[in-house]
């Protein structure tokens, strides 16, 4: 009657509607509805919108590319004496009302996908960090094309991350394109679940969408099930374009990629210092890119990321650990379903730099807030440390024992006549006196409740006579064992060959487990 | 312009209302309101409130005593053909109707009451754990009353921790009377804020009313200000009373303590393995403690304290640290949001045996949603490990890092004209381009923004070089700190002396750091 832990593991995850016929039970599953929290009252969503909304017709952005004001003001936007782009509210509103609900991010293979419609919550890897914990050695380095496949194995093989963004920049790539082309390769070979990267060249995009054809096998079918998104840091904070990165969004759409359009403005630096000044200045960045997207093209595959980060006051460092970040992130994530719009988050930053109690709290803190706020993808929901600087290979493993909780509670307390049972509570009260011979105590085990995979839940006695080892080692060793097991065969042999003959990779074949 | 860490540290917090003239100034408080988180939809607590009634009306308690029997069939309840007492609907409805929603939490001197009307969040302490962590060895170990007084020493020095459950069983007491009074003393003589205790036996609440009416002064001044809690599980789940618990209840009333009214079942073993299930049952258990306090003083201060466990069904053992017991004690607080009764929850109970990562994650998941969920006070929020068998002194001074960053999401993001700030944003983009040197910035620094105490946000560089102690090493060293400094001296020496001509004390003159 009692199942171990590895029996549990063992079980995939069911259908996204709970009923998937034969398909192996779990307590948690990707896109569960959040929602449930909201930092913003009605008249505070409605206040952040009317305050975008003047930023945007009245004060505008600077630093517009030519094919910008040439799509905007044909759509009724004007240009300021200084330069600076008004998109008008009915323009603004249009696009709201008019982009893609229905934003699904594929895998490399069919059972992968992220429907990011309403409330839908999925985890995500995230950073772009220059720094890696090393595993063995403890210290922090600097990351190549290696890690950045491990890392994305590491994901590949853990439940509750479902989405990988790419953590590590390769620091042995030569050039810019090398870079692009190693970290698109690095993360497709290691991990089939969806894929987000950034492109450092508008130049490039061409380059990366040409590899993903090769392993989609056409241009046409990556179009239908695109599974890499390209992610676009369309503005320097307050209200400037950033140009390279308005011409990169500008060749993404077109090329048929989704979009993440991101604003990450830091409060008390780049955006205010009240966390509803920079909610709305991020609103408002984002909000820009999504129109502009949207004139590309109107089919773009588009998803709203206000990102707003906070600084630490006393010293402008950026620091991510605070209540102020989780609740400011919230409210950002709380405005996306205020549109009702594919929405994605940056949550789980913390200022930690080993795998600690403040990890654990900080992360948790952001990433569950983002979550019941009902954001649709939360980025750097596990692996990073120190701000941003650093990602660790073992904290994807213990952050992946966090999300199975946090999702557990996202998909909440479920209050039906069945549930609630009063009959059997009858029943027991009447005869045993307890639930731990009732049927459905057992039934319930295996439906409704996640179990931790490097989470210790032993008495005291038991974990110290087993060595008293704490979450940091038990999941470097963990991690230890994803590492040193099969690597991942989902890129073919033939797509890999090809990508090969056309450009210089960082890993070799023998890196990515191919012997022959 | 830029403030130290220390300077920040010094300032006291400033009066619930934000505005407390010349009191300094700090980002977060005692009792900021929650509530914006609500897993429960209004039908669902209807479902729940309806179940509950139906449990009380027509299954009913087990158990009852005597004078509980007599009081309920005097206000309209009956009792069954197999002794269950049965609480008619209107007699409960009237009961939480007429509840005193007017409850203040006095701490030994003025400045620390704790006002539990509407959504005001409360953090505590909370254990009556068997074992310690040793702040030396790290081992687990059996406390003293020498350790519950430095727990409460902690507490009393720690911001964000407003109220003391006391914590630890004080093991070398000799006997039950004098674990009640060493347990009572230690709590007293260690903090000011505050106290909740339980007491073993009905006859010894005159011992400790009478050891509160010496240190208040007269019983009238303790009554009207009354620094004690006496908290009571005053059921054996399922529907069951526990009949010394009831007369310890009764006692406690009559004595003019508040009273925390404590349903405690755990799932899947004495309450039902669905989330809703137990929930249902613990508000059913607790409203029926509710009914009996206001029946024994219907100006009884109680406190509607659902506090549902959760167990690991693969081992029937307790387990407080998933997702589980997260959320379904963040619905219980809801329910007491529903009846708006002054309500306790508990959250933070954590499965690790450590400070580590899974402490930080699990802690923080439920505080976090019981906070939001608008708990007016959260119990075991800092400082238990292993599902509860276990305190840890360095884990009170990291989990007050972490409830600074939970109370900062509670205060959440006050949207206003003021903090929208959208003239301020024009002229930054107008002008500098970013915020840092604006008045506002500086302003907000002091007001808007919570900083951590041993929470480290270095650079990995300067943390690397400086040591790279984690969480848990920074804590210990904080909490050595602070327990090598001065003794409080709230308790003043005649009351000491009184109690001490009373009672055979573990605790020496020396031991509280008197030395005449």
Same mark, same amino acid.
């Given at each position: 009657?009692? =199942?171990? =832990?590895?029996?549990?593991?063992?079980?995939?995850?069911?259908?996204?509607?709970?009923?998937? &016929?034969?398909?192996?039970?779990?307590? *948690?599953?990707?896109?569960?509805?959040?929602?449930?929290?909201?930092?913003?009252?009605?008249?505070?969503?409605?206040?952040?919108?009317?305050?975008?909304?003047?930023?945007?017709?009245?004060?505008?952005?600077? /630093?517009?590319?030519? !094919?910008?004001?040439?799509?905007?003001?044909?759509?009724?936007?004007?240009?300021?004496?200084?330069?600076?782009?008004?998109?008008?509210?009915?323009?603004?509103?249009?696009?709201?009302?008019?982009?893609?609900?229905?934003?699904?991010?594929?895998?490399?293979?069919?059972?992968?996908?992220?429907?990011?419609?309403?409330?839908?919550?999925?985890?995500?890897?995230?950073?772009?960090?220059?720094?890696?914990?090393?595993?063995?050695?403890? #210290?922090?380095?600097?990351?190549?094309?290696? %890690?950045?496949? %491990?890392?994305?194995?590491?994901?590949?093989?853990?439940?509750?991350?479902?989405?990988?963004?790419?953590?590590?920049?390769?620091?042995?790539?030569?050039?810019?394109?090398?870079?692009?082309?190693?970290?698109?390769?690095?993360?497709? =070979?290691?991990?089939?679940?969806?894929? &987000?990267? !950034?492109?450092?060249?508008?130049?490039?995009? #061409?380059?990366?969408?040409?590899?993903?054809?090769?392993?989609?096998?056409?241009?046409?079918?990556?179009?239908?099930?695109?599974?890499?998104?390209?992610?676009?840091?369309? *503005?320097?904070?307050?209200?400037?374009?950033?140009?390279?990165?308005?011409?990169?969004?500008?060749?993404?759409?077109?090329?048929?990629?989704?979009?993440?359009?991101?604003?990450?403005?830091?409060?008390?630096?780049?955006?205010?210092?009240?966390?509803?000044? !920079?909610?709305? /200045?991020?609103?408002?960045?984002?909000?820009?890119?999504?129109?502009?997207?949207?004139? *590309?093209?109107?089919?773009?595959?588009?998803?709203?990321?206000?990102?707003?980060?906070?600084?630490?006051?006393?010293?402008?460092?950026?620091?991510?650990?605070?209540?102020?970040?989780?609740?400011?992130?919230?409210?950002?994530? /709380? +405005?996306?379903?205020?549109?009702?719009?594919?929405?994605?988050?940056? =949550?789980?930053?913390?200022?930690?730099?080993?795998?600690?109690? /403040?990890?654990?709290?900080?992360?948790?803190?952001?990433?569950?807030? $983002?979550?019941?706020?009902?954001?649709?993808?939360?980025?750097?929901?596990?692996?990073?440390?120190?701000?941003?600087?650093?990602?660790?290979?073992?904290?994807?493993?213990?952050?992946?024992?966090?999300?199975?909780?946090?999702?557990?509670?996202?998909?909440?307390?479920? *209050?039906?006549?069945?549930?609630?049972?009063?009959?059997?509570?009858?029943?027991?009260?009447?005869?045993?006196?307890?639930?731990?011979?009732?049927?459905?105590?057992?039934?319930? +085990?295996?439906?409704?409740?996640?179990?931790?995979?490097?989470?210790?839940?032993?008495?005291?006695?038991?974990?110290?006579?087993?060595? $008293?080892?704490?979450?940091?080692?038990?999941?470097?060793?963990?991690?230890?064992?994803?590492?040193?097991?099969?690597?991942?065969?989902?890129?073919?042999?033939?797509? %890999?060959?090809?990508?090969?003959?056309?450009?210089?990779?960082?890993?070799?074949?023998?890196?990515?487990?191919?012997?022959?």
């Amino acid at each position: 009657m009692i =199942a171990t =832990a590895d029996t549990l593991k063992r079980r995939a995850r069911r259908g996204r509607d709970g009923r998937g &016929s034969d398909a192996p039970v779990r307590a *948690v599953w990707p896109g569960l509805a959040g929602g449930c929290y909201r930092p913003l009252s009605d008249a505070e969503e409605r206040a952040v919108h009317e305050g975008a909304m003047h930023l945007l017709a009245d004060l505008g952005l600077a /630093q517009a590319i030519p !094919s910008m004001i040439e799509r905007v003001t044909a759509a009724g936007g004007s240009l300021t004496g200084d330069a600076r782009l008004l998109f008008p509210r009915s323009l603004v509103e249009d696009t709201i009302a008019d982009a893609r609900r229905d934003v699904v991010l594929h895998g490399q293979r069919p059972g992968l996908e992220l429907d990011l419609s309403g409330a839908r919550v999925h985890m995500s890897s995230g950073g772009a960090s220059p720094g890696l914990v090393d595993l063995e050695t403890g #210290r922090y380095r600097e990351p190549g094309a290696r %890690d950045l496949y %491990d890392a994305a194995r590491l994901v590949d093989a853990l439940d509750n991350i479902h989405h990988f963004s790419r953590s590590l920049v390769v620091r042995d790539a030569p050039d810019p394109l090398a870079l692009d082309v190693n970290t698109t390769y690095a993360c497709l =070979a290691g991990t089939a679940k969806h894929v &987000s990267v !950034s492109i450092s060249d508008p130049a490039h995009v #061409r380059v990366i969408a040409d590899l993903c054809h090769g392993i989609a096998g056409s241009e046409r079918s990556f179009r239908e099930r695109p599974f890499l998104t390209v992610m676009v840091c369309h *503005v320097v904070p307050p209200l400037r374009f950033a140009e390279e990165a308005c011409a990169t969004l500008e060749e993404a759409v077109e090329a048929g990629f989704p979009v993440q359009i991101i604003s990450a403005g830091q409060a008390g630096a780049t955006s205010p210092a009240t966390i509803a000044g !920079s909610l709305v /200045q991020a609103v408002a960045e984002t909000l820009a890119g999504l129109v502009f997207a949207r004139l *590309v093209d109107p089919h773009a595959r588009a998803i709203f990321a206000p990102k707003p980060l906070v600084a630490d006051l006393r010293t402008g460092a950026m620091c991510g650990g605070g209540g102020e970040q989780a609740v400011l992130m919230a409210a950002a994530a /709380q +405005m996306g379903r205020f549109y009702d719009l594919p929405t994605s988050s940056i =949550a789980g930053i913390t200022d930690a730099k080993v795998l600690d109690a /403040q990890h654990g709290a900080e992360k948790t803190l952001a990433v569950s807030l $983002a979550a019941h706020a009902g954001s649709n993808l939360i980025t750097q929901a596990c692996g990073m440390q120190a701000s941003l600087l650093g990602a660790s290979m073992e904290a994807y493993v213990a952050d992946n024992d966090m999300l199975g909780a946090i999702l557990r509670t996202v998909r909440g307390v479920e *209050v039906t006549d069945e549930t609630l049972g009063l009959d059997a509570i009858a029943e027991v009260c009447r005869g045993e006196g307890h639930y731990l011979a009732h049927p459905q105590t057992f039934a319930r +085990m295996k439906t409704d409740y996640e179990y931790p995979s490097v989470g210790d839940r032993r008495s005291p006695r038991d974990w110290e006579a087993d060595g $008293a080892l704490d979450m940091r080692e038990r999941a470097r060793r963990r991690a230890r064992e994803i590492l040193a097991g099969p690597h991942p065969r989902h890129l073919g042999d033939e797509a %890999d060959r090809a990508i090969r003959a056309r450009h210089a990779l960082l890993l070799s074949r023998t890196d990515i487990g191919r012997t022959e």
